[in-house]
Nanobody, 125 residues
Framework: QVQLVESEGGLVQAGGSLRLSCAAS????????MGWFRQAPGKDREFVAG????????SYADSVKGRFTISRDNAKNTVYLQMNSLKPEDTAVYYC??????????????????WGQGTQVTVSS
């Protein structure tokens, strides 16, 4: 049984930092790309950051580029999201995901195989 367990989020002031972690079990961790998504109230879930199986290739949503950093430790089956310079608009429930990237004729999509339970991040102004 696959389990993705996120660390506790929290309340932070604008401009502050927070680090999320996600521990995986029940899957061969290094076989999967890992990512973070978020969902704010009344909005669709959106992609935040992703990292390939090796940890070499990363991608970010434009809204977090330069502020967030995703990393992984395959020996610990854990993926991290370092969030700096937080803004009130970063307030959301953050979800960890294990996925496989599927590309066909230059079009790629993320086939999410498992989701974490989500953790609340609140940024006050």
């Amino acid at each position: 049984q696959v389990q993705l367990v996120e660390s506790e989020g929290g309340l932070v002031q604008a401009g502050g930092s927070l680090r999320l972690s996600c521990a995986a079990s029940g899957l061969t961790f290094s076989n999967y790309a890992m990512g973070w998504f978020r969902q704010a109230p009344g909005k669709d879930r959106e992609f935040v950051a992703g990292i390939d199986w090796s940890g070499i290739s990363t991608s970010y949503a434009d809204s977090v580029k330069g502020r967030f950093t995703i990393s992984r430790d395959n020996a610990k089956n854990t993926v991290y999201l370092q969030m700096n310079s937080l803004k009130p608009e970063d307030t959301a429930v953050y979800y960890c995901a294990a996925y496989r990237k599927i590309c066909y004729m230059n079009n790629c999509s993320r086939d999410v195989r498992s989701w974490g339970q989500g953790t609340q991040v609140t940024v006050s102004s």
